[in-house]
């Protein structure tokens, strides 16, 4: 069954608020294999030009992937998980995300367009602090194999 066309330009506001801290930054750099002195000490992110630890700027992957199942879970959409595959992911970012930050996003939905039997559900989360101020838009399409797929 197609994705609804009528979820285009739908926004889902906050869900949750994530606390970023230097352990999870530090983890998160461990992780992907960036020795990066920024992301794990407070001196050297200072000499930077950083108030303290900043995040590799794929971290924003936490919070995004988080807020995308606000959307997944919405029965009205009928998106059935088990058939979706992850398409493409990109961040612009407006400043590094800091140890600190108390993170929100608000999650869009940009498109929905059916090619070959599937569905491409585009989705913009701006990511920003508790404070309203904008760090980063990640985009993402999810596509929705077709059912003869």
């Not at 739908?10 to 983890?27: D, L």
């Not at 998160?28 to 108030?51: C, E, L, M, Q, T």
């Not at 995300?97 to 996003?105: C, F, K, N, S």
């Given at each position: 069954?197609?994705?609804?066309?009528?979820?285009?330009?739908?926004?889902?506001?906050?869900a949750?608020?994530?606390?970023v801290?230097?352990e999870k930054?530090?983890?998160?750099?461990?992780?992907?294999g960036?020795?990066?002195?920024?992301?794990?000490d407070?001196?050297?992110?200072?000499?930077?030009?950083?108030?303290?630890?900043?995040?590799?700027?794929?971290?924003?992957?936490?919070?995004?992937l988080?807020?995308?199942?606000?959307?997944?879970e919405?029965?009205?959409?009928?998106l059935?998980?088990?058939?979706?595959?992850?398409g493409?992911?990109?961040?612009?970012?407006?400043?590094?995300?800091?140890a600190?930050?108390?993170l929100?996003?608000?999650?869009?939905?940009?498109?929905?367009?059916s090619?070959?039997?599937?569905?491409?559900?585009s989705?913009r989360?701006?990511?920003?602090?508790?404070?309203g101020?904008?760090?980063?838009?990640?985009?993402?399409?999810?596509?929705v194999?077709?059912?003869d797929?």
């Amino acid at each position: 069954m197609p994705l609804d066309q009528a979820f285009v330009g739908r926004s889902y506001p906050p869900a949750f608020t994530y606390e970023v801290g230097r352990e999870k930054i530090r983890e998160f750099a461990d992780a992907i294999g960036d020795p990066n002195p920024v992301y794990r000490d407070p001196d050297a992110a200072r000499a930077a030009g950083h108030k303290d630890v900043i995040a590799p700027p794929t971290f924003a992957i936490i919070v995004s992937l988080k807020a995308n199942d606000v959307l997944v879970e919405d029965p009205e959409l009928g998106l059935d998980y088990t058939r979706v595959v992850h398409g493409e992911q990109s961040f612009t970012h407006h400043r590094p995300i800091t140890a600190g930050d108390r993170l929100e996003v608000v999650l869009h939905v940009d498109a929905i367009t059916s090619r070959m039997g599937n569905d491409m559900l585009s989705i913009r989360a701006e990511v920003g602090t508790d404070q309203g101020e904008s760090l980063t838009t990640g985009r993402c399409t999810l596509v929705v194999r077709g059912e003869d797929a």
